[in-house]
């Protein structure tokens, strides 16, 4: 099992260009998380999907979104990217509110 | 919301001596208190968690301890060694059936000196 994968593992954005970071488990999990950390500030959470079909807001979500496409996979978009964007993102997924398993992380630098 | 506050941010201990981390949360509902290790450059880790109808938790040198009345939670490393040496997050989440959302602490660096 791979577990959880994020793609890419590092990309560089020009203010204003958009991107869409992918996460896809294979743990049979049906809740799924972004997060992006920062230093000083921990792992914010960004959106999470409790089950297929459902998405609902974390503490920082304004200038994203997010598509739970399947089981599976679950996407985070930004559409316009900022400099406050620069961070480390990561997709963590579990079977609800039990040990979060996370991905590698993505570190995305918008310039 | 959930707020969870974490502290020390920092933490310098000889090695074989004990750390401890504390953490308080705001939401008197949560009841789901999970602890996670992030050695530099990695992902973060489970290392142990706690739930609110239990007061203690331990795992070999780690141990967790909730004050639900205080609303805070500890961590707990005896005999520390080198390796122990990360980045410690605390979280507190209400879990329901479809799951939930953790909130997590800002971070404890804890360096274990040889």
């Known amino acids: 099992n791979a577990g959880v994968t994020q793609t890419p593992k590092f990309q560089v954005l020009k203010t204003g260009q958009s991107m869409t970071l992918q996460c896809a488990q294979d743990m049979n999990h049906n809740s799924m998380y972004w997060y992006r950390q920062d230093p000083g500030m921990g792992l914010r959470l960004i959106y999470y999907s409790a089950s297929e079909g459902t998405t609902d807001k974390g503490e920082v979500p304004n200038g994203y979104n997010v598509s739970r496409l399947n089981k599976r996979e679950f996407s985070l978009r930004l559409e316009s990217a900022a400099p406050s964007q620069t961070s480390v993102y990561f997709c963590a997924s579990s079977v609800g509110i039990t040990t979060q398993y996370f991905g590698p992380g993505t570190r995305l630098t918008v310039l | 919301g959930e707020n969870v506050e974490q502290h020390p941010s920092t933490l310098s201990v000889q090695e074989g001596d004990s750390a401890v981390i504390k953490c308080t949360y705001s939401?008197?509902?949560?009841?789901?208190f999970p602890w996670y290790k992030q050695e530099l450059g990695k992902r973060p880790q489970l290392i142990i968690d706690i739930r609110s109808n239990v007061g203690e938790k331990k795992d070999q040198r780690i141990a967790v301890t909730l004050n639900k009345t205080a609303k805070h939670f500890s961590l707990h490393i005896t005999e520390t060694q080198p390796e122990d040496s990360a980045v410690y997050f605390c979280a507190a989440s209400v879990a329901y059936n479809q799951g939930g959302k953790l909130i997590f602490g800002q971070g404890t660096e804890l360096s274990v000196k040889p």
């Open positions: 939401d008197s509902a949560s009841n789901y």
